[in-house]
């Protein structure tokens, strides 16, 4: 039973710092590309940033040099993905998701419909700045 719980999310001042986790549990390898997107209140669900299972990276415009995505892949059945959040800005509030996937890559960052096709997600965790 393949399960991604997030958590780190939030209230946190502009300029501010969170680091979000993602415990994904019940796949037997890790293989698995993982990404973290977002949805603010009206707006469609949006790739932030993903890292393949080689270490390989891909970011969104409006968070490179902010946001750091790395991930631990555990043992067993059990990977960690984190997504550090620095100088956070008020248009940074939405909720966050983890997502992971098996046939997409980090070339993959914008192609979210894909993402919600293909990939398993979390329940999401929300991050308010103010």
């Known amino acids: 039973h393949v399960q991604l719980v997030e958590s780190g999310g939030g209230p946190v001042q502009a300029g501010g710092s969170l680091r979000l986790s993602c415990a994904a549990s019940?796949?037997?390898?890790?293989?698995?590309?993982m990404g973290w997107f977002r949805q603010a209140p009206g707006k469609e669900r949006e790739g932030v940033a993903v890292i393949d299972s080689d270490g390989s990276t891909s970011y969104a415009d409006s968070v490179k040099g902010r946001f750091t995505i790395s991930r631990d892949n555990g043992q067993n059945t059990m990977y960690t993905s984190y997504l550090q959040m620095n100088n956070l800005k008020p248009e940074d509030t939405a909720m966050y998701y983890c997502?992971?996937?098996?046939?997409?890559?980090?070339?993959?960052?914008?192609?979210?419909?894909?993402?919600?096709?293909?990939?398993?997600w979390g329940q999401g965790t929300q991050v308010t700045v103010s």
């Open positions: 019940g796949y037997t390898y890790s293989a698995s590309c």
């Open positions: 997502a992971a996937a098996d046939n997409l890559g980090t070339q993959d960052l914008s192609q979210t419909m894909e993402w919600v096709r293909e990939g398993d």
